[in-house]
């Protein structure tokens, strides 16, 4: 077995079982990772990304992106890149013009990310089916829960 490095050891990241264990730690610096990619709109821009042949201007994502406003795809552009998931490009014409495309790591999470808008997709009808039955099990008069005695 490996061995672990102080670096390591001082953010809660050993080998083995115990390196999964350490990311349900708060101070574990993965979940900083997992908060980007959770995200619902890092989600669809990655996504819309990724299907695209080349980079997309701002005003081109905003058009994909029905419901997303100009602050929150800003924001989450701006931590994409500063994650190293996106590339953003300014042309110095007049007016500016930027483009944003995905880097190598950011092609990389959009296969995880459109596995998971795959799999949404294929199973709306078993979600939905749930919920309902769901919403009315919790609609439905309570019911006396029996009592049986012990032997």
Same mark, same amino acid.
């Not at 999964?20 to 610096?29: A, F, H, L, V």
């Given at each position: 077995?490996? /061995? /672990?490095?102080?670096? #390591?050891?001082?953010?809660? %990241?050993? %080998?083995?079982?115990? =390196?999964? /264990?350490?990311?349900?730690?708060?101070?574990?610096?993965?979940?900083?990772?997992?908060? $980007?990619?959770?995200?619902?709109?890092?989600?669809?821009?990655?996504? &819309?990304? =990724?299907?695209?042949?080349?980079? +997309?201007?701002?005003? !081109? +994502?905003?058009?994909?992106? #029905?419901?997303?406003?100009?602050?929150? +795809?800003?924001?989450? *552009?701006?931590?994409? !890149? =500063?994650?190293? *998931? $996106?590339?953003?490009? $300014?042309?110095?014409?007049?007016?500016?013009? $930027?483009?944003?495309?995905?880097? #190598?790591?950011?092609?990389?999470?959009?296969? +995880?990310?459109?596995?998971? &808008?795959?799999?949404?997709?294929?199973?709306? @009808? !078993?979600?939905?089916?749930? =919920?309902?039955?769901? #919403?009315?099990?919790?609609?439905?008069? @309570?019911? @006396?829960?029996?009592?049986?005695?012990? @032997?």
């Amino acid at each position: 077995m490996g /061995t /672990t490095s102080e670096q #390591d050891l001082d953010l809660g %990241l050993n %080998l083995g079982l115990d =390196r999964w /264990t350490s990311t349900y730690r708060r101070d574990c610096p993965s979940r900083t990772v997992v908060e $980007v990619l959770a995200n619902k709109w890092t989600l669809y821009v990655l996504a &819309a990304l =990724r299907r695209q042949d080349g980079p +997309l201007r701002f005003n !081109e +994502l905003r058009r994909l992106l #029905d419901g997303i406003t100009q602050k929150m +795809l800003s924001q989450t *552009l701006r931590e994409l !890149e =500063r994650s190293g *998931l $996106v590339r953003r490009t $300014v042309y110095a014409t007049v007016p500016p013009r $930027v483009e944003y495309a995905l880097s #190598d790591l950011g092609v990389e999470a959009g296969r +995880l990310t459109t596995a998971i &808008a795959e799999w949404s997709v294929a199973h709306v @009808p !078993e979600i939905a089916a749930a =919920r309902q039955a769901f #919403d009315v099990q919790r609609r439905a008069e @309570p019911r @006396p829960v029996a009592v049986t005695e012990a @032997p």
